[in-house]
């Protein structure tokens, strides 16, 4: 017999043979019969239970869709290509305007690539951004932004354990319709769009995003995904895809946003100030989350304080070797970066008795002098005798671990901008911003009708002119009164969100200054903002303003950007020399 074909013989029956483990191992799970039951009635070969455990079967990360399985199938193990060909198709129907077309496409798409969480959020953000825009009528723009918004629910079902689809459903509500050129109409249409919370009603109660006299609020849904996302890690377990900064800040950050929302469409009043409060509660809750922002243990941002007052008590420690050595190099630190009487008293007070502005206000000295503080930790470790180094060197590690704590902190703020956004919150939940704000809105409305001035009228008896309604200049100029004394120790808050706000408004006041031929007020309350700020508005700085009013104007200091040395650092070495 010819050996050739022997051979074969023996491959073929080895491989029959190697066909009984692999189907073994490769066994799939079967369900009971009966209806309603969904217990396992076979466990299945070693695969499907490895699939169990690391939660990667189909049915524990999506529901099981017969087209999608067949389209899988269909594909005979080309799925990648399929869906290469699908996006280039996509991105052609886009590119020619064949909206019907591609709509078809991504639905086919995700039937392959159901569990793709990129498919849905790419194809999705297309749908409301891209498509939208060409679009001259906002309402068809609203259309198809709605579609972006149905097509990434549709992807829920399918990454169920997955946030990321209801955080680009919460980004999706809130910033297309909350944020877009078009927002004041989109929001419109939201409010009375009854029709499409119905068809939201399946993932968010209608109810839970309604506002007794405001109706339906993007920012309020947008919200609850938020929410859902925060339950899916926190209360169900599952994996979280983003930092814990970026994760929990934007959940409170909705509420805010549909506080200054509704401000900015209605006459404040107290509804609009309760939403205010619920808003810097939320912010505050933020703060007190514990975050994972590096190798270290958690933090909170509302940290600051409880390391402020950890590095106050380790570095009142360290001096207590080498006691009068601080006080003595700080005095004269001070002393060379000019700091005010009423500062100095602050930086001397202990951190727990400031108030919140206080250390809000300071923390610019703080940093300015933070090198230098660091500096003189070392100096006083020099000063301290041999016997008690080895205990102060232990302490100066501990107050170096903090010192870089709160570097991570800070880092930190500056992406969420906490403690600005915290002092916004609660300036803006306070009655006095609530009367600021109606000052401002009822000088819009009667700018608007172009009232501009002051209408009089002659009192009978005294011939005297008796205003009887001020105008949006008067109206204006009333509020800045109101701002001033709102913002005058919120010194966080002369740059940002807020003072941009107010500048802009700022504007529209100068606009109506000139258009009347009136000057810029010689001391307007509110000037700080625009020397603080960066004038995109063009509106006159207090140099400008003087000159305006003929008056000499004293030369800018040149600035001098050289860090401030520490007195006494080279001291030792100036002795040994006079030696």
Not at 547 to 556: F, I, L
Request: aromatic share 10%; proline share 4%.
């Amino acid at each position: 017999m010819n050996k050739s074909f022997v051979r074969k013989i023996v491959y073929l029956v080895i491989l029959g043979m190697l066909l009984v483990p692999i189907s073994m191992v490769s066994r799939p799970s079967t369900l009971n019969s009966g209806s309603g039951s969904s217990s396992r009635g076979n466990s299945g070969g070693e695969l499907a239970n490895l699939r169990v455990m690391h939660v990667l079967a189909q049915e524990q990360i999506s529901e099981i869709d017969p087209a999608s399985e067949t389209m899988k199938l269909a594909s005979l193990g080309l799925r990648g290509l399929a869906s290469l060909l699908l996006w280039n198709q996509a991105n052609e129907q886009k590119k020619t305007h064949n909206f019907e077309g591609l709509e078809a496409t991504l639905n086919l798409l995700v039937k392959i690539q159901p569990n793709f969480v990129k498919v849905w959020d790419f194809q999705a953000h297309n749908l409301s951004y891209n498509i939208s825009v060409e679009f001259d009528d906002y309402e068809y723009r609203y259309h198809w932004v709605k579609k972006g918004i149905r097509f990434l629910t549709k992807g829920i079902a399918f990454n169920k354990r997955d946030h990321r689809i209801t955080d680009d459903l919460g980004w999706f509500t809130g910033m297309k319709i909350g944020y877009s050129d078009e927002k004041t109409e989109f929001r419109r249409l939201f409010r009375k769009d009854r029709d499409y919370h119905e068809e939201m009603a399946e993932f968010i109660e209608p109810d839970s995003y309604y506002l007794r006299e405001y109706e339906y609020d993007n920012w309020k849904m947008a919200y609850q995904w938020y929410t859902i996302s925060r339950n899916k890690v926190l209360v169900e377990g599952n994996r979280k895809y983003s930092g814990d900064l970026l994760f929990f800040m934007k959940r409170p950050a909705q509420i805010r946003n549909m506080a200054e929302a509704i401000q900015t469409e209605n006459r404040a009043n107290e509804s609009i100030q309760n939403f205010w409060t619920d808003a810097s509660r939320e912010w505050m809750e933020f703060g007190k989350q514990p975050l994972t922002v590096g190798p270290g243990a958690p933090i909170t941002m509302e940290s600051f304080t409880e390391l402020d007052e950890r590095l106050e008590y380790l570095r009142g420690q360290l001096d207590s070797y080498a006691p009068g050595v601080r006080v003595s190099f700080r005095n004269e630190l001070l002393q060379s970066l000019n700091i005010s009487a009423q500062d100095r008293e602050i930086l001397d007070r202990p951190v727990d008795q400031r108030s919140d502005d206080e250390r809000i206000g300071i923390r610019e000295i703080e940093n300015r002098l933070t090198s230098s503080q660091i500096a003189l930790d070392q100096m006083v470790l020099e000063q301290i005798s041999v016997d008690n180094r080895a205990v102060a060197q232990r302490i100066f590690d501990q107050i170096q671990n903090t010192i870089s704590d709160m570097a991570t902190l800070e880092s930190n703020n500056s992406v969420a901008n906490y403690r600005y956004w915290k002092v916004y919150c609660q300036v803006e939940s306070e009655r006095a911003a609530v009367v600021a704000h109606q000052e401002l809105f009822d000088a819009s409305e009667l700018q608007r009708k172009s009232i501009f001035d002051d209408e009089y009228t002659l009192d009978p008896k005294t011939k005297q002119p008796v205003i009887t309604q001020l105008g949006a200049i008067s109206t204006y100029e009333k509020s800045f009164v109101l701002w001033n004394e709102i913002l005058n120790d919120k010194p966080i808050l002369h740059l940002g969100h807020l003072a941009d706000n107010i500048t802009d408004v700022m504007k529209k006041y100068y606009d109506m200054l000139e258009m009347t031929d009136k000057k810029w007020p010689r001391h307007h309350p509110l000037q700080y903002l625009v020397d603080a700020g960066s004038n995109l508005n063009k509106l006159p700085f207090a140099d400008e303003v003087a000159e305006m009013y003929g008056e000499e104007v004293a030369p800018k200091p040149i600035p001098n950007d050289a860090p401030p040395a520490v007195p006494g650092q080279n001291r030792n070495q100036k002795d040994d020399e006079e030696e």
